[in-house]
């Protein structure tokens, strides 16, 4: 069994942002391997984002990121179960960093359930038409618009799409990782994106 050094558990705290004793735990389990480390931390962290997903978030904030000069502007609601988190650093920047990705990507919607049915029927359509044009058999067409569409959703939807700021993870993680870490459930609940001429 590898010694766990303090500045080895200084180090994946400032990777994860994880509590002492979390990254002493993970590192102890990973044998002092920081990247498996890390990924034990993401697991534990869904573990205990499950625990809490049937709380009320009733309290939270409402944040905004204005980007390009005031062309660009977000609104974000994130929920909490209370009011003593919803005045937490890390809540607030939390939800910060949420509306600043929104302003960069421009989500259809949080999950695929919020994206407008209109949006869906278009890229259907468009998906169908690729699919005919590539000449693919008629019991084929369904498999591959429902693939695209899977596809679409992963791009389109808030909660699947790659974090701006770190890639390797998608806002869920993000999310999951926040919850672990505060130790209540979060939802994103609503959000809005203005664009000047859009």
Known sequence: MATISAEIVKQLRAKTGAGMMDCKEALSECNGDIEKAVDFLRKKGMATALKRADRGTSEGTIQSYIHMGGKIGV??????????????????????????HIAA????????????????????????????????????????????????????????????RD???TISDLLNEVIAKIGENIKIKQFVRFQIGA
Do not use: H
């Open 105 to 164: 990507t421009n989500p259809a919607g949080i999950l695929p359930e919020d994206v407008p049915q209109a949006t869906i029927e278009r890229e259907k359509a468009i998906f169908l038409e690729q699919a005919r044009e590539m000449g693919k058999p008629e019991n084929m067409i369904e498999k591959i618009v429902e693939g695209k569409l899977n596809k679409y959703y992963k791009e389109a939807c808030l909660m699947y799409q790659p974090y701006v």
């Open 167 to 169: 890639p390797n993870i």
């Open 75 to 100: 609104l974000v609601e994130v929920g909490c179960e209370s009011d003593f988190v919803a005045k937490t650093d890390d809540f607030i920047a939390f939800a910060k960093n949420i509306a600043m």
